[in-house]
């Protein structure tokens, strides 16, 4: 069975950083490309990052480029977001979701297992 | 990276069929076959429905259905069940490495 486990999430001060981690399971984790999705409270989805198999292809939003970081650590079976010089626009739950194409690269076709979500806010 | 369209709230009876649209641009929607729909119910996580723009996942119900047309991709569904009422989100790839969502559709079972 699929897993996605995310955690990190907590209240931050705007201007502050924070680092989330999902930790997959399930699946042969370094045969698919791995995203951030985030949703502002009753807001829609955002896509917010995405990284390939072997992290030689990474995309940001416009909205968090330059200030946010993805990674991941295929004998860990992790995926990570390093959120610094946060907003209070960045609150929102983000989950952690994985590509549905076999192979890894970031021409996404859409995102077939989803995490519970960690919840970021950002207030001082 | 600007937001697809979708329309804010769509509403249909038991057995009815609905259509959301999603309009994107040459950059994205128009430029490749990688649409995809997303349900969300409240309170939970996102449920893949339709991929490739008109593939389903396995388990998804075939009263689930999705077509691309220029740069608008539409959602379908037929035999409308009070189940299906949520949110309805679709996305695209927008190329270099980047995906883009809807701004989501509330879908109300009369």
């Known amino acids: 069975e699929v897993q996605l486990v995310e955690s990190g999430g907590g209240l931050v001060q705007p201007g502050r950083s924070l680092r989330l981690s999902c930790a997959a399971s399930?699946?042969?984790?370094?045969?698919?490309?791995m995203h951030w999705v985030r949703q502002a409270p009753g807001k829609g989805l955002e896509w917010v990052s995405g990284i390939s198999w072997n992290s030689g292809s990474i995309g940001y939003a416009d909205s968090v480029k330059g200030r946010f970081t993805i990674s991941r650590d295929n004998a860990k079976n992790s995926l990570y977001l390093q959120m610094n010089s946060l907003r209070a626009e960045d609150t929102a739950l983000y989950y952690c979701?994985?590509?549905?194409?076999?192979?890894?690269?970031?021409?996404?076709?859409?995102?077939?297992?989803w995490g519970q979500g960690t919840l970021v806010t950002v207030s001082s | 990276q600007s937001a697809l369209t979708q329309p804010a709230s769509v509403s249909g009876s038991p057995g009815q069929s609905i259509t959301i649209s999603c309009t994107g641009t040459?950059?994205?929607?128009?430029?490749?076959?990688?649409v995809s729909w997303y349900q969300q119910h409240p309170g939970k996580a996102p449920k893949l429905m339709i991929y490739?723009?008109?593939k389903r996942p396995s388990g998804v119900s075939n009263r689930f259905s999705g077509s691309k047309s220029g740069n608008t991709a539409s959602l379908t569904i037929s035999g409308l069940q009070a189940e299906d009422e949520a949110d309805y989100y679709c996305?695209?790839?927008?190329?270099?490495?980047?995906?883009?969502f809807g701004g989501g559709t509330k879908l109300t079972v009369l």
């Open positions: 996305c695209s790839y927008a190329g270099s490495s980047t995906s883009v």
């Open positions: 399930g699946f042969t984790f370094d045969d698919y490309a």
């Open positions: 490739e723009v008109s």
């Open positions: 040459s950059s994205d929607v128009g430029s490749y076959n990688l």
């Open positions: 979701a994985k590509d549905i194409s076999l192979g890894g690269w970031l021409q996404s076709s859409g995102f077939d297992y």
